[in-house]
């Protein structure tokens, strides 16, 4: 890699830093105003795009064990954000999903976010925009491979 690649490599992955950490302290804000912790948040956003999902497919989005998953949704069904119902196409699976409540106070927080984000990536071009996508996913891949490994090396510590 050339030197000046490095610079721009090294000055790529401290901005990804500072942007994972600035996400992190938005969302914990955001949870702080609504009362929850950030795993009902992670527990929440799965929600928002996944739509109503299986307490089982929550728990492996997440990384939660199942009682912490029970936890959580016992949590987040007391705070009104999450509720559980039975699934109507298989009587013997329990689905959950967001209340309106949940979809009220998201538009509060993220609404203007959305909003400006669309206005700060509107002005890249479609191929520019396939190209941070693509850095996006890999990004993303990329650390839930390595958090599944840690995952699994803390698992057989216990």
């Known amino acids: 890699m050339s030197r000046h690649k490095r610079e721009i490599f090294d000055a790529l992955i401290d901005e990804v830093r500072r942007s994972q950490s600035a ?45 912490a998953m029970t936890a959580a949704l016992d949590r987040l069904e007391r705070s009104g954000f999450a509720r559980r119902r039975r699934d109507e196409a298989d009587r013997r699976r329990v689905l959950v999903e967001l209340t309106p409540k949940a979809g009220q106070v998201a538009g509060n927080f993220f609404g203007d976010h959305i909003a400006e984000a669309e206005r700060l990536y509107g002005r890249y071009t479609e191929a520019e925009l396939e190209l941070l996508l693509g850095f996006v996913r890999n990004s993303r891949e990329f650390n839930e491979r390595h958090a599944a490994e840690v995952e699994a090396q803390n698992r057989e510590r216990r």
């Open 23 to 67: 996400t992190d302290r938005f969302d914990q804000a955001v949870a702080d105003a609504l009362g929850l912790n950030r795993t009902d948040m992670r527990c929440l956003d799965v929600l928002q795009r996944e739509g109503a999902v299986t307490a089982g497919r929550l728990a492996e989005e997440t990384g939660l064990t199942t009682g």
